[in-house]
């Protein structure tokens, strides 16, 4: 089953961000949300699409820009809040990491 | 009631979505855990099929001997024995959480199956509604 993990807290501040990463699955996305935006350049979130390339790593564009942040190496996907309902639909169930 | 609403709601209302209930908190400093304690039993009394896990420091709220009263704090982990009447009985707690923190395997709970992160991690997504505490 694929699940949609949701991040809504910076991974700077706590281990909610390594948590999410030990419990990724194969065919898993995850989707950086309000301050899990912070994420967009994390190391462990980097290396963790690296080790899986075919891991889909989304951000909500409008909350990282209000947050000036950049996916420098732009391989994570930019969408909207209203895709959001589009991608839920698209995984088996979802799991929310705040 | 059951005849007021229509069959297709019934069905996604019944027992055959699971839910599961993931802890991550350890139990005295916030009440976060007897939330998630509360939300297991409510969902036990409607028969609902519910999972708890444990993983990170939510592996704090199952080990044994907790004394919270000593700390004047209500001592919410004796209401874990409830779960047995509830018909509560998947409970998983992760190896590798334990292990980091050097815990043994004692629980003062019954019916705890300790699993690898892979195999918790499989567990857990094989339930259709994941509430994390």
């Given at each position: 089953?694929?699940?949609?993990?949701?991040?809504?807290?910076?991974?700077?501040?706590?281990?909610?961000?390594?948590?999410?990463?030990?419990?990724?699955?194969?065919?898993?996305?995850?989707?950086?949300?309000?301050?899990?935006?912070?994420?967009?350049?994390?190391?462990?979130?980097?290396?963790?699409?690296?080790?899986?390339?075919?891991?889909?790593?989304?951000?909500?564009?409008?909350?990282?820009?209000?947050?000036?942040?950049?996916?420098?190496?732009?391989?994570?996907?930019p969408t909207t809040l209203t895709d959001v309902?589009?991608?839920?639909?698209?995984?088996?169930?979802?799991?929310?990491?705040? | 009631?059951?005849?007021?609403?229509?069959?297709?709601?019934?069905?996604?209302?019944?027992?055959?979505?699971?839910?599961?209930?993931?802890?991550?908190?350890?139990?005295?400093?916030?009440?976060?855990?007897?939330?998630?304690?509360?939300?297991?039993?409510?969902?036990?009394?409607?028969?609902?099929?519910?999972?708890?896990?444990?993983?990170?420091?939510?592996?704090?709220?199952?080990?044994?001997?907790?004394?919270?009263?000593?700390?004047?704090?209500?001592?919410?982990?004796?209401?874990?024995?409830?779960?047995?009447?509830?018909?509560?009985?998947?409970?998983?707690?992760?190896?590798?959480?334990?292990?980091?923190?050097?815990?043994?395997?004692?629980?003062?709970?019954?019916?705890?199956?300790?699993?690898?992160?892979?195999?918790?991690?499989?567990?857990?997504?094989?339930?259709?509604?994941?509430?994390?505490?």
């Amino acid at each position: 089953m694929a699940m949609l993990h949701i991040i809504r807290s910076s991974g700077y501040n706590n281990n909610v961000l390594a948590q999410c990463l030990n419990m990724l699955l194969p065919n898993d996305s995850i989707l950086l949300m309000d301050d899990g935006c912070y994420n967009v350049n994390h190391k462990l979130l980097l290396k963790a699409q690296l080790a899986a390339p075919e891991l889909k790593i989304y951000f909500i564009e409008q909350h990282a820009t209000a947050r000036a942040q950049k996916n420098t190496a732009q391989t994570f996907s930019p969408t909207t809040l209203t895709d959001v309902v589009t991608l839920l639909f698209q995984h088996d169930n979802s799991i929310t990491w705040s | 009631m059951s005849e007021a609403i229509p069959n297709n709601i019934t069905d996604n209302m019944t027992s055959n979505r699971t839910v599961a209930i993931l802890n991550t908190e350890a139990p005295f400093s916030s009440a976060t855990g007897k939330e998630s304690l509360d939300t297991a039993l409510i969902f036990g009394s409607y028969e609902q099929a519910i999972s708890l896990f444990f993983i990170g420091d939510g592996v704090f709220q199952v080990i044994g001997d907790q004394n919270a009263t000593e700390i004047e704090i209500k001592d919410y982990l004796k209401t874990f024995s409830a779960l047995g009447f509830y018909d509560i009985e998947n409970i998983y707690v992760c190896r590798e959480s334990l292990t980091e923190r050097n815990l043994p395997e004692n629980f003062h709970i019954s019916n705890i199956q300790v699993l690898s992160n892979k195999d918790f991690s499989q567990r857990l997504h094989q339930h259709n509604v994941i509430f994390r505490f």
